[in-house]
């Protein structure tokens, strides 16, 4: 993917990983897992008018380092070097968001999510499409439910596109689709640029934290926090000032907060705009 070298060392003492490192699917497994545990989906940056650089050095800087999450042009880039290093075969593929949109929407190809290879298999391995995020592998030539550690999900051959639907009650949802088609990090140099500037993005528009523990979701959407629980039910409740979302962003999601004006500025225009949720 590129002649960057990772710090693999690094990367697994962040998630917690330990034991041996041969590329299986319950290695593979515990990775994706304990990857979305250790490291939360974030867009401060972008919702902070902040650049979002995934240059491969840059995003270790902030993933590993600095204490910080980030989206999925971050982190399932990261993931997939970090599975490279590992001796796992990736392919990196764009896909077509549709959570929360229209069924007859054809949205832009704009999500980065991966494509890793166990033996003969492939799965779908993903750590950045924030609240539905599989918290395991997904076999892509399977279509029947498949569960993870949180949700179930289905992976449905449509046409000559893969789609991931999630299954929330009885009811069957859409997440996102992809095709056979292979890019390059480079190829999402544009992508990124549009959802991380654009006035109309959601990650330009709204704060999006999100980190699983082992059995639940922690959310937080601007101002309102939201736990999901085993059973489906969610439990919400709206921060009241700066110091407490600074509070919940390190205590709940584990983020190391930078010392950062901008961030500073978007944080309390939250409380001055009425929490924005």
Not at 51 to 65: G, N, S, T
Not at 76 to 92: D, I, S
Not at 249 to 275: K, Q, S, Y
Request: hydrophobic share 40%; aromatic share 8%; net charge negative.
């Amino acid at each position: 993917m590129t002649d960057f070298r990772i710090d693999l060392d690094g990367y697994l003492a962040r998630i917690g990983f330990e034991g041996a490192r041969a590329p299986t699917l319950e290695k593979l497994s515990r990775i994706v897992l304990q990857h979305q545990m250790a490291i939360a989906f974030e867009n401060l940056n972008s919702f902070s008018g902040l650049p979002v650089i995934i240059d491969p050095a840059a995003i270790e800087q902030k993933l590993i380092r600095d204490g910080r999450g980030g989206y999925c042009h971050e982190q399932n880039q990261y993931l997939g070097l970090a599975l490279e290093a590992l001796g796992f075969e990736v392919k990196l593929r764009m896909a077509r968001v549709r959570w929360m949109q229209p069924p007859d929407a054809t949205p832009p190809r704009a999500h980065m999510t991966l494509n890793v290879a166990v033996g003969d298999r492939w799965y779908l391995c993903d750590v950045g499409f924030g609240a539905m995020t599989p918290t395991g592998p997904l076999c892509l030539d399977d279509e029947d439910e498949q569960a993870t550690p949180h949700e179930t999900y289905r992976v449905r051959q449509v046409g000559d596109s893969h789609h991931l639907e999630v299954k929330l009650g009885e009811a069957w949802r859409p997440v996102f689709s992809f095709d056979a088609v292979d890019f390059l990090p480079i190829d999402f140099e544009a992508a990124n640029w549009f959802v991380s500037t654009n006035p109309g993005s959601l990650f330009v528009k709204d704060l999006v934290i999100v980190r699983p523990t082992a059995d639940r979701r922690q959310i937080l959407n601007n101002t309102t926090l939201s736990i999901r629980e085993p059973d489906g039910s969610v439990q919400r409740r709206v921060l009241v000032d700066p110091g407490e979302l600074r509070a919940t962003v390190a205590g709940v999601f584990g983020i190391r907060l930078p010392a950062n004006a901008a961030i500073d500025r978007a944080i309390e225009g939250l409380f001055r705009n009425g929490g924005g949720s």
